[in-house]
Every structure is written in C-alpha cells, then in structure tokens.
C-alpha cells in the first residue's frame, strides 16, 4: 500500500487513498489479527477499504501491530459497541486516531509519555477554507459558524475528547497561542474536561485541510 508520511512536533500522521486491491487489503489485514480480519470481512466494500486502509496506517506508525506484541481496540465508551468506538493500542505505549474524508483516510500516533490523548480531522478543502460554514449557521446560532479549518479543530477536539459528538460542536472554545506540543498550536477545551487540548493545523493530503489536537501527558516528567 502506498502512503505518506509525516511528524509534526511528537505526532506521527500518515495517510492513502482507500483503493488498494481487495487482495492486498485481505493479506494485509491477516498480519493484525482475527478480530480485526473479522470486522473488515463484515464490513461492505467501500466501509471494508477504509477500515482495512486506516488499521493498516496505524501499523505502519506502531510496528508492533504485526507482531501480536500490541492490538487495536475500538469499543465505545458510550455503548460498548465495538463498530464505533475510537481506536485504542493494547500492549504499547501510543495514543492513536483515524479520519476519512471521501476515499482518502489518515491515522495519526503519538506517545503517550507526550500526550495523554489524541485526535485527527480531515477534511476536503474548498475554495476558501476560512470563511463561514453558513450551513452550520444553525448548530451555531447566535454565534457566527466556524470556518472549514476551524471545523476541522473542532473535531479534532471532540475526537481527543472521546465524546464525539456527544459534546456539543458549539461548546467548544479557543484560546491563548499554545504550542507547548504542536507548531503554531492554541488552546481549545471543551465542558466537563480540565485538562484541555492542544490544537494546530497538520500535514496531509493536497487538497485537503488536516487539523490535530492532544491531550496534556499525565506522565511524570
């Protein structure tokens, strides 16, 4: 499979178009394990490529994936669901995120002694991605929606949350220049979260805007 790849300050973020052959996906996806073989097999194909492509950037990030040293768990922390769940590494020391836009998808990793969560958004660009969103006038209202970049912050936030969309976009705030962690980062924070994230724009596929936000590492350091 052919992918790109990038650091951004402690984040690893890669990135393909989700078009491999059903055949290089299926031996690709035997190196991750049965679970993960079983849920790409119950998948249609379209939904299939994308999760078989964003597990096997993961692997590329974390070799460990393809050596049973360490294993991808997805259950949500609302529900229990295993389908929906943000992606978590067993038995290695990473936080991780996946986002699809359309056939491309991107993964990103970061150590956890560097942040304690993760989140990656991807979005198509447009025409300009910093004016207002007017069909998120609504979620939005009475404030002014945000632009297609900042859209992307926004979800990137809620990913490294770990609500989702459960926090409501419209609650999520900005503030003071913060890049302790990530190249011309700021500081977002969401209800019902102290700690509060690092946000910036990130690399990724041309044409498209990228954002990523992390979490403070409660490590010891």
């Known amino acids: 499979m052919m992918f790109?790849?990038?650091a951004w300050g402690p984040v690893q973020i890669a990135w393909a178009s989700a078009h491999p052959s059903a055949t290089d996906l299926d031996a690709g996806m035997q190196e991750l394990g049965d679970a993960a073989l079983r849920r790409y097999r119950s998948l249609d194909a379209d939904a299939g490529r994308r999760f078989a492509v964003g597990r096997l950037l993961l692997a590329e990030l974390?070799?460990?994936l393809v050596t049973d040293a360490a294993t991808i768990e997805s259950l949500c922390e609302h529900c229990g669901s295993s389908d929906h769940g943000r992606p978590r590494v067993?038995?290695?020391p990473y936080a991780v995120s996946v986002s699809y836009a359309g056939?491309?998808?991107i993964a990103a990793a970061v150590p956890l002694e560097a942040a304690s969560a993760l989140g990656i958004d991807i979005e198509p660009g447009?025409?300009?991605?910093d004016a207002p969103l007017t069909e998120l006038t609504g979620l939005?209202?009475?404030h002014t929606p945000p632009s297609l970049r900042a859209w992307t912050e926004i979800e990137a936030v809620v990913k490294a949350d770990g609500r989702g969309m459960r926090v409501s976009p419209a609650d999520v705030s900005f503030g003071r220049p913060s890049a302790v962690l990530l190249p011309d980062g700021r500081?977002?924070?969401v209800p019902g979260n102290p700690g509060g994230f690092e946000v910036a724009s990130a690399p990724g596929p041309a044409g498209h805007i990228v954002s990523v936000a992390l979490a403070p590492s409660s490590a010891p350091g």
């Open 4 to 6: 790109e790849h990038r």
């Open 62 to 64: 974390i070799p460990a």
């Open 90 to 92: 067993a038995g290695t």
């Open 103 to 105: 056939e491309m998808v």
């Open 126 to 129: 447009s025409t300009d991605d």
């Open 140 to 142: 939005f209202s009475p």
């Open 187 to 189: 500081a977002g924070g």
